[in-house]
């Protein structure tokens, strides 16, 4: 079973920069806007999104897909730009950012400007503001879940944190506390430290959380950036199991943390591990045919969570556009709401990355199919 054709050719991807003394492109019939990080300290996250981008269809029921590509470098300022422009010119959805303060920003954009936005961070809204906005990551409270019940099951009785100093690493220490003070047996949290995307190190940080001597500890950082915290706990003389969240389930955790994150315990997707899944679960067949699309065009063991989330944006269009033509043409209001209804009303659907239910009060989607946990074992993913 697949969820559409690739391209056969690159040609029809419009890669758009818009310079300053020259218009924009024209554009027509379904307009996907996408904003990512090409470029910058989460460029390991946006590449391999804009890659499955690159095999995606050229139409979607009948009608020419238009993609508009631009880099937004991790950066919350360039993000809202992009949206200002898709939304001037009528996209009929947005898809981005993997950044989670980045898509945070242009959520407010897009809420307000009724566009749909498939956001692929686990991006946290104020009540009310979630309107438009559907994440196609898992969401932290899920994931969070999945990790607690790993420690409570390896009678771990106390934790210690290490996470981005931003909205993606606070998210994850809320969820985790929660759940911490609520689930008998699980452990306690005894030491919290911070860093920037930016940072080069983590020394200071990683002195404390040893000193702390937490029997486990988690960190919530993502793609190759995950690798630099893990590195320093362990040249500090870390011991303990280092858990990583979901945003770390890349290729270049595994490349650039070396020997230091062989069994490092890390969550993940389907698509992560398709092969090692067992048959009758749901996603099998869809995670089978992204690694089979993506690794077919870029080669063996370059597939990537971040990458299926484009593959699973392509699954829902092809269910939800369908229905939404029937109420208005592409760039009109009517095609946009309509596609937002669509999508609320989907019901349960498999995909690469697991199975997603969104409702009209519930626009985080992914459901207990979505998660598992993986270890890396000598520069391979091995499902637990």
Do not use: C
Request: aromatic share 6%; glycine share 10%; proline share 7%.
């Amino acid at each position: 079973m697949t969820a559409f054709t690739p391209r056969k050719t690159l040609a029809t991807l419009a890669v758009a920069v818009v310079a300053a003394a020259g218009g924009p492109p024209a554009w027509a019939d379904i307009t996907i806007g996408v904003s990512l990080p090409l470029t910058g300290p989460a460029s390991s996250l946006g590449i391999p999104l804009q890659n499955m981008v690159k095999l995606w269809p050229q139409q979607i029921a009948g009608e020419k897909l238009n993609v508009i590509v631009m880099d937004d470098a991790g950066d919350p300022s360039k993000g809202v730009d992009h949206v200002r422009r898709f939304v001037e010119h009528k996209a009929d959805l947005v898809m981005g950012s993997i950044v989670t303060p980045v898509a945070a920003a242009q959520a407010q954009l897009l809420f307000d400007a009724q566009t749909p936005q498939f956001a692929l961070a686990p991006v946290m809204l104020p009540p009310g503001k979630e309107t438009w906005t559907f994440r196609m990551s898992q969401g932290t409270a899920l994931m969070a879940s999945i990790v607690v019940d790993e420690l409570i099951k390896a009678k771990v009785k106390t934790v210690g944190f290490l996470g981005y100093a931003d909205a993606y690493g606070e998210g994850w220490l809320t969820e985790v506390n929660k759940l911490l003070a609520s689930r008998p047996g699980a452990p306690k949290m005894v030491a919290v430290e911070r860093f920037a995307r930016t940072d080069a190190s983590v020394t200071g940080q990683a002195i404390k959380l040893v000193s702390a001597n937490p029997e486990a500890i988690l960190v919530a950082a993502s793609g190759g950036g995950a690798a630099m915290p893990h590195r320093g706990l362990v040249e500090r003389g870390y011991k303990g199991p280092i858990y990583q969240t979901h945003a770390a389930a890349s290729r270049d955790f595994i490349r650039l943390g070396g020997k230091d994150v062989n069994g490092a315990h890390v969550l993940a997707s389907p698509s992560v591990a398709a092969e090692q899944i067992p048959a009758h679960h749901p996603s099998k067949a869809h995670a089978l045919d992204f690694v089979k699309q993506y690794e077919g065009a870029y080669g063996a063991g370059t597939r990537a969570i971040f990458a299926a989330s484009a593959y699973d944006v392509m699954v829902l269009l092809g269910k939800t556009v369908p229905v939404a033509l029937k109420a208005g043409r592409p760039g009109t209001p009517e095609f946009r709401t309509a596609l937002r209804d669509a999508t609320e009303r989907l019901g349960p659907t498999a995909m690469s990355n697991g199975v997603m239910h969104f409702t009209k009060d519930d626009h985080w989607g992914h459901t207990a199919h979505s998660g598992l946990v993986v270890r890396v074992d000598n520069g391979d993913w091995k499902v637990e």
